[in-house]
């Protein structure tokens, strides 16, 4: 299974490739919208991206309004990932 | 005419195989510089005849915001920093309210496309993005340039082939003279790919005979040519009233005098020498001068058998054998929707210089094309009304007229 380390790794790097960020701006607290400056437009292309990453579907679960921080994002991607080897 | 419905050119904006900006294009056609190289992709493809291409040089854009640049394909991005120049030449820094905006290209972003096309090949149609979708819409760079920098008056993209930049100021001449509007961004915009190469090609429109010498390619009007080579850039101009610019206290750098379209309804990819005259005919009669006025005709010339002999014939017929004319293919090679409009910014700079660029290229003018002077080295003349024609395969025809700043 996928550990955490791994899926956090893989994340940022999914993202700092998508929307240019810098790799000391992907702390675990950063918020996608008001820290990072994703909007709507992005936060589908991120889905996009991070479902190729880890080949799981996330578009369905997935809601920007519970996903604050990246930290969310790695706990919705763990959970998925457990879901998905179970 | 009154000043409010007499139009004149106040910004230009330019990307183009010379490089970003005006400055880099007058420079690269005044000095008769090289553009043109070899494309990989096209030596590995045996069937397509042609080797050769103009592109814009490569260039890093991550200077531009990622939320700007995330709609824009090549051509936006180019199209976003033409405005930016022909604004700010037009003492801008932000575009003013109510601008109109006119600007098309041939097609839009093949390289985005076949991505696009790889997706559902694969029936892997979930992982198109926003962007890739926001990239490709027929008036992708329109809306793209609208966003980025707030123009919010009509925003219209004509696209008409190889004559979309010419025909886009055209529009803009109409808007402003019209009142729908009393300043306009307009022209064309385009991105290479070898695709493009490859259809002229199969159409046999192309360079074939000088893929060993890239820079010789393009001859439009020489007896020895055998058709374009593919290019790409963008170009804007600025057009407003003469009553919006005296206002403003800006250099009006060019009065536009007239336009006029018409289409080829009998082939759509052989230009007709009648439909040509009627169409530089029109021009005239729309400025109200006569045709001893034109003191150069700019040429849509790309370099073709059929489309240089057409249209010289026609402009012997309307002009008489002392019309100097040139093109600026045999330099930039056929930038498609850009041409019109990149072209015309080119003319601007002539008449500021009072100097006719020759035809890069041009040796011996084609027994088969109209009598008339061609022009074949730099030439320093009194330059008033310059006639600058385009036409698009479909049979889109429209010429234009600029005069220097009375």
């Not at chain 2, 002539?350 to 660029?357: H, P």
Request: hydrophobic share 40%; net charge negative; charged share 20%.
């Amino acid at each position: 299974m996928i550990t955490r380390e791994e899926i956090i790794k893989q994340t940022n790097e999914a993202l700092q490739k998508e929307f240019e960020f810098k790799p000391e701006q992907l702390v675990p607290a950063a918020r996608l919208r008001d820290d990072l400056g994703l909007d709507s437009l992005d936060a589908v292309d991120m889905v996009v991206v991070l479902e190729q990453k880890f080949g799981v579907t996330l578009r369905q679960g997935y809601d920007l309004r519970t996903i604050v921080t990246l930290n969310d994002l790695y706990d919705f991607i763990e959970k998925l990932a457990q879901t998905h080897t179970n | 005419m009154d000043d409010s419905t007499t139009v004149v050119i106040t910004g230009m904006g330019a990307v183009s195989p010379y490089g970003p900006g005006v400055q880099k294009l007058w420079e690269g056609l005044s000095q008769g510089a090289n553009c043109m190289h070899a494309v990989s992709e096209l030596t590995e493809l045996p069937m397509v005849n042609t080797k050769v291409a103009a592109t814009v040089p490569d260039t890093d854009y991550s200077f531009i915001p990622r939320k700007i640049r995330r709609s824009m394909s090549r051509m936006g991005i180019y199209a976003y920093l033409a405005a930016q120049e022909a604004l700010q030449q037009a003492g801008y820094e932000n575009a003013p309210d109510h601008l109109g905006f006119f600007m098309g290209s041939t097609l839009n972003s093949i390289s985005v496309w076949l991505e696009l096309a790889s997706y559902s090949q694969g029936a892997h149609l979930e992982r198109i993005k926003t962007s890739d979708f926001l990239q490709i819409m027929n008036h992708s760079p329109l809306a793209a340039v609208c966003q980025a920098l707030k123009i919010n008056g009509p925003a219209m993209g004509g696209s008409e082939a190889c004559a979309t930049g010419l025909m886009n100021m055209g529009l803009g001449f109409l808007a402003i003279r019209s009142g729908l509007v009393s300043q306009a961004l307009c022209g064309g915009t385009e991105e290479y790919h070898p695709m493009f190469s490859a259809c002229f090609d199969i159409m046999q429109a192309t360079s074939t005979n000088s893929n060993d010498n890239p820079s010789a390619a393009c001859r439009p009007f020489d007896e020895s040519r055998t058709g374009l080579v593919v290019s790409e850039g963008c170009g804007l101009v600025f057009m407003e009233s003469k009553k919006s610019a005296l206002a403003r206290g800006v250099p009006i750098l060019a009065e536009v005098l007239g336009f006029y379209s018409n289409t080829d309804t009998e082939n759509m990819a052989f230009p007709s020498q009648k439909t040509l005259e009627a169409c530089m005919r029109g021009a005239l009669a729309s400025a109200h001068i006569s045709p001893k006025q034109v003191d150069l005709l700019n040429a849509h010339a790309t370099g073709t058998i059929a489309g240089d002999i057409a249209e010289t014939q026609a402009a012997q017929a309307v002009f008489g054998p002392s019309l100097k004319i040139n093109s600026l293919k045999g330099h930039l090679g056929h930038t498609m929707g850009a041409s019109g409009s990149l072209e015309s910014i080119a003319c601007v700079k002539m008449l500021a210089d009072q100097q006719i660029l020759p035809t890069k290229n041009l040796q011996q003018p084609d027994a088969r094309c109209g009598r008339v002077d061609y022009v074949r080295s730099p030439r320093q003349t009194p330059l008033h009304i310059i006639m600058k024609n385009s036409f698009a395969i479909g049979g889109n025809n429209c010429s234009l007229l600029i005069r220097r700043p009375l």
